[in-house]
């Protein structure tokens, strides 16, 4: 099946630095890479998702980078805030199956 | 006020029972899903179901048993043969696209005493 590693674990950074977070699946055939957002307490929610056919994609100041041939895809967000503080965790899937990376615990720090 | 509704959001059991965990939505989704949430090991997939009266096995199918009866519902139950029960099960819910997002209730927390 598809393996998901997902680094680093946990990331603090200033708040306005940038945050980069990168994932590596196994399974090739593997063409939808969603990224979630979940909140202490709450539940994952949706950011931002990218497709095989497209490289990067971008959503203010969110945006996600695919690099097929590598089998790798990162999350970046620019201007961190407060509230962007959260676990994220990346995923990827064929078909229906999808399958998460471990997460990473972000901080942002005031 | 559509969505996906888990309960019961806490519960405690003792070794050897088995319980089960209600998953119920109100999309109009066709595909329903359970994922095991543990610290550090993000979230695995338990059992999924694409149509009512069929459901597959997902990485960490053994200890569970799964239903879907109705479009609406997807109950999950632990049973005793569970080795290590204690976890956070979310229940998610999506199209039938390949590439629909998924819908996640807001949790149940198991806790083995």
């Known amino acids: 099946g598809e393996n998901v590693e997902q680094h680093p674990s946990t990331l603090s950074v200033q708040e306005g630095d940038s945050a980069v977070i990168k994932c590596t699946y196994s399974?090739?055939?593997?063409?939808?890479f969603p990224w979630y957002k979940q909140e202490l307490g709450k539940r994952p929610q949706l950011i931002i998702d990218?497709?095989?056919?497209?490289g990067e994609k971008k959503d203010q100041r969110i945006a996600v980078t695919l690099n097929k041939t590598a089998k790798h895809f990162s999350l970046h967000i620019t201007e961190t805030q407060p509230e962007d503080s959260a676990v994220y965790f990346c995923?990827?899937?064929?078909?229906?199956?999808?399958?998460f990376g471990a997460g990473t615990t972000v901080t942002v720090r005031a | 006020d559509g969505g996906i509704t888990q309960s019961p959001k806490y519960l405690f059991r003792k070794e050897g029972q088995n319980v089960t965990l209600s998953c119920e939505q109100n999309?109009?989704?066709?595909?329903m899903y359970w994922y095991r949430q543990d610290p550090g090991q993000g979230l695995r997939l338990i059992y999924y179901?694409?149509?009512?009266?069929?459901?597959q096995k997902g990485d960490i199918a053994e200890g569970y048993s799964v239903s879907r009866e109705k479009k609406e519902s997807f109950p999950l139950t632990v049973t005793s043969a569970q080795k290590n029960p204690t976890a956070f099960y979310l229940c998610?819910?999506?199209?039938?696209?390949?590439?629909?997002?998924?819908?996640f209730g807001e949790g149940s927390r198991l806790t083995v005493l």
């Open positions: 995923a990827a899937s064929k078909e229906y199956k999808l399958s």
């Open positions: 399974d090739s055939a593997s063409n939808y």
């Open positions: 999309l109009n989704h066709d595909a």
């Open positions: 179901s694409q149509i009512v009266n069929d459901f």
């Open positions: 990218i497709r095989s056919n497209v």
């Open positions: 998610a819910s999506s199209t039938l696209r390949p590439s629909g997002e998924l819908f």
